[in-house]
C-alpha cells in the first residue's frame, strides 16, 4: 500500500512539473508572438511611409520631367518664342539645367534598405509581398 501512495504522490509531482513547465512555454510563446507582431506591424508602417513618400516622389519627378521636355521642344522648333519659353519658366539657370545636368532618379529606400539590412522584413508574414521584395532588392538601381 505504500508503494501505491508513493506512486500517486510522485505521480502528481511529476505532472505538476511538466504542466508548470509547459505553462511557461506556452507564456513564453504567446509573449514572443505579441513582440513579433507589434515589429511586424512598425516594419509594414515604415515602409507604407516610405511607399508614400516614393509615390510624391515620383509625382514630382514626373512633372519636373514633363516640364523639361516641354521646355526642349520649345528650345527645338525652328521658331524660338520668347513669350512661350517665359510663360514656360522664368528662370535662365532652369533652362540651363535642364541643358546641361543628367537628372538622377533616385527614390528614397532608406527604410526599405534598413530593414533589408535589419533582417526586418521577416516579421512580413504574406508571402506574395516577400517574393516581390526578394525579386527587387534594389528596385532603383536599374533606374540609375
Known amino acids: 500500500m505504500k508503494w501505491k ?3 500517486v504522490k510522485y505521480s502528481l509531482e511529476f505532472f505538476v512539473i511538466v504542466l508548470g513547465i509547459s505553462v511557461s512555454f506556452w507564456l513564453n510563446q504567446r509573449t514572443t508572438e505579441r513582440a513579433n507582431e507589434r515589429e511586424r506591424i512598425k516594419v509594414l508602417e515604415s515602409l507604407h511611409a516610405e511607399l508614400t513618400e516614393i509615390d510624391r516622389y515620383c509625382g514630382e519627378r514626373r512633372d519636373n520631367y514633363k516640364d523639361d521636355i516641354d ?10 518664342s520668347l513669350e512661350e519659353m517665359g510663360a514656360m ?17 533616385d527614390p528614397p529606400m532608406n527604410q526599405y534598405n534598413s530593414k533589408v539590412h535589419s533582417g526586418g522584413l521577416k516579421f512580413i508574414k504574406s508571402d506574395r509581398v516577400n517574393e516581390k521584395l526578394e525579386d527587387e532588392q534594389v528596385p532603383h538601381e536599374r533606374f540609375g
Not at 71 to 80: G, R
Open 5 to 7: 501512495e508513493i506512486l
Open 89 to 105: 519658366t522664368t528662370s535662365k539657370g532652369r533652362v540651363e539645367f535642364i541643358l546641361t545636368h543628367y537628372r538622377v532618379f
Open 71 to 80: 521646355i526642349l521642344d520649345l528650345l527645338l522648333e525652328e521658331e524660338l
